[in-house]
């Protein structure tokens, strides 16, 4: 009867171990990673252009004009002289409209020619542009739209004028470009 205990047993043992276990094979949870964000197309609109005013050449001997970002008032070396014959200096001024609270950056040309519009070809460079956002204390290239989408900058330069440079009215244009960051 001993035997018959133990066999019983061994085959009980046996079976428990040959039985197959369920283990969890899945697993759920709430993901919190999707989304989107949305952005709308950004505007720019030149709302005055850059205008250094009219100025007087000296006895030939040329010089800078600099406009500063959020001035007009010009400082000008020796060799010109301000004019008070219109058209007076004007800052370009730029509007921007875009996501709100959405940080972006401003790029401005290294160089700009300005050419005689009267038949010559003469030309004058404009270099060291400068940018100032609305309600900013010093330059930058970078701003953060408002609450509403909207900011406003205004920009600067220096205009060289050569010894040489023929008289005339000159004109030009250059690329002015905003982007999110």
Request: glycine residues 8%; hydrophobic residues 45%; neutral net charge.
């Amino acid at each position: 009867m001993k035997k018959t205990i133990n066999i019983f047993c061994a085959v009980l043992l046996m079976a428990g171990f040959a039985t197959t276990g369920m283990a969890q094979t899945s697993a759920t949870v709430s993901a919190t990673a999707a989304g989107s964000k949305l952005i709308v197309p950004m505007t720019l609109t030149q709302t005055s252009p850059l205008h250094f005013g009219t100025i007087n050449v000296l006895a030939g001997t040329g010089g800078t004009v600099q406009l500063p970002s959020n001035s007009t008032t010009r400082v000008i070396s020796s060799g010109l002289a301000a004019s008070t014959i219109s058209p007076v200096a004007t800052n370009a001024a730029y509007s921007v409209t875009g996501t709100m609270n959405a940080t972006y950056a401003l790029t401005l040309p290294a160089t700009i020619v300005v050419t005689e519009t009267v038949g010559s070809t003469a030309v004058m460079t404009i270099n060291a542009l400068t940018a100032r956002f609305n309600g900013a204390a010093a330059d930058a290239l970078v701003s953060t739209l408002s609450a509403t989408g909207t900011d406003d900058f205004t920009v600067g330069g220096t205009l060289t004028v050569t010894e040489a440079q023929i008289s005339g009215i000159y004109a030009g244009t250059f690329p002015v470009t905003v982007d999110y960051n």
